[in-house]
């Protein structure tokens, strides 16, 4: 692995931590920080969940082709390294999360973002008890409502470390199947006979 591979490494981990970042804090914001009524909030949620999700395999299928094709012909791409490049780009962004989503929830402030999210869950639990189902049912609502008060904010070096581990995970669970499609065999130029 040479310096062009981790300017590589270092520039796609880059766009697709900022991709994503922008993704985590349109979600947090939904949640947490909307006046939007839960069953919309939470359509939008789902479906832009789904769109990150395709962008970020997209974006890692793109990126880990734009590598293979770059590398030497005679050193070839292969599935180890394809595989290695996929979780490192997707660690980077992970990193990248992780510090955004910490500067996001510090800016907008932390006790905002639980009473939001405590708020969320009462939305739940009063849709659930208008459907018809027991008030003694909704324990588990309450239980969460009241840890959620006395969690403390997560350090951002605790975030980032959640995020990569969590970012390799979902990098390296396509990774598999992305490395095997892009890696390349070492190409040999047949020596020529002249007669």
Not at 114 to 138: A, F, W
Not at 139 to 144: G, Q, T
């Amino acid at each position: 692995m040479n310096r062009d591979f981790w300017y590589d490494v270092l520039r796609r981990g880059a766009i697709l931590g900022l991709v994503m970042a922008l993704s985590f804090i349109f979600e947090r914001y939904l949640l947490a920080f909307s006046q939007m009524a839960l069953l919309k909030a939470s359509a939008i949620y789902c479906i832009e969940w789904i769109i990150a999700c395709g962008v970020f395999i997209w974006l890692l299928v793109r990126f880990a082709r734009r590598r293979a094709n770059a590398s030497d012909p005679k050193q070839g791409f292969p599935y180890s390294l394809a595989l290695s490049y996929i979780l490192l780009v997707s660690m980077l962004a992970g990193v990248l999360v992780g510090v955004a989503d910490t500067i996001f929830i510090s800016t907008m402030g932390y006790e905002g973002y639980i009473s939001g999210l405590v708020t969320r869950i009462e939305q739940l639990k009063e849709m659930y008890i208008s459907m018809g189902i027991p008030t003694s049912e909704m324990k588990m609502f309450d239980d969460y409502a009241s840890q959620l008060r006395f969690v403390e904010q997560p350090s951002m070096w605790l975030n980032v470390v959640s995020k990569l581990q969590s970012y390799m995970v979902f990098g390296g669970l396509p990774g598999f199947i992305i490395a095997g499609v892009v890696s390349r065999s070492p190409r040999f130029e047949e020596p020529q006979n002249n007669q």
